[in-house]
């Protein structure tokens, strides 16, 4: 079961497509795609054959197949996934994606990883819904079992606050999946 959630996790990992709302907008193509990290992201493919494409999440498709969890990643989701771009794992200490990496410390990757993850379909609507309902405040469980807390930073821009007190906002808003959404945040998030 613990396996098959952490895979569930991960199937939203990844990612991004379709439309946008809130504060930052990606760029819209056309054909009505949206684009992230310079390339098309389509709504009718799932996290993994969007993800890949990306240029700005090279370094959390690089975790997820440290983490060998490449495979699980095209289950049907719904999945709400935070997604780091390079640049925020780029800000982690020196050393620290190059340990994450390696073998031996799979496990915390993995936890690192799926703590990106909410379970359902939660759009940026959703989570400022949430944020009212909770007046000021979303506590969103993730699947690792951890929580993060969503609060809006001005009239239309969400933040999350990690367990150990970081802060990451949302770059990119409503990135539809054919198997959950994703927003592109700015930091990477850290369980306790």
Do not use: C, R, W
């Not at 949302?170 to 945040?185: E, F, K, P, R």
Request: charged share 15%; aromatic share 4%.
């Amino acid at each position: 079961m613990k396996k098959h959630l952490l895979s569930l996790a991960f199937v939203a990992l990844l990612g991004a497509t379709a439309t946008t709302s809130v504060s930052a907008q990606a760029k819209m193509t056309p054909a009505g795609t949206v684009m992230v990290g310079g390339e098309a992201m389509y709504a009718n493919k799932n996290i993994v054959e969007n993800a890949v494409n990306s240029k700005d999440h090279t370094t959390l498709v690089a975790a997820v197949k440290a983490a060998g969890l490449v495979e699980t990643l095209q289950g049907k989701g719904p999945f709400t996934v935070f997604a780091p771009t390079n640049a925020a794992f780029n800000a982690l200490p020196a050393g620290t994606v190059e340990t994450l990496v390696k073998p031996e410390n799979k496990a915390t990757l993995t936890k690192i990883l799926t703590y990106h993850v909410v379970a359902g379909n939660m759009t940026a609507d959703k989570i400022t819904a949430a944020i009212k309902a909770g007046k000021g405040t979303a506590s969103l469980k993730t699947v690792s079992g951890g929580t993060l807390k969503a609060t809006m930073n001005g009239p239309k821009n969400v933040v999350l606050t990690d367990e150990k007190g970081n802060v990451s906002t949302i770059s990119t808003y409503d990135v539809l999946q054919s198997n959950g959404v994703i927003h592109v945040i700015d930091k990477v998030v850290m369980p306790n």
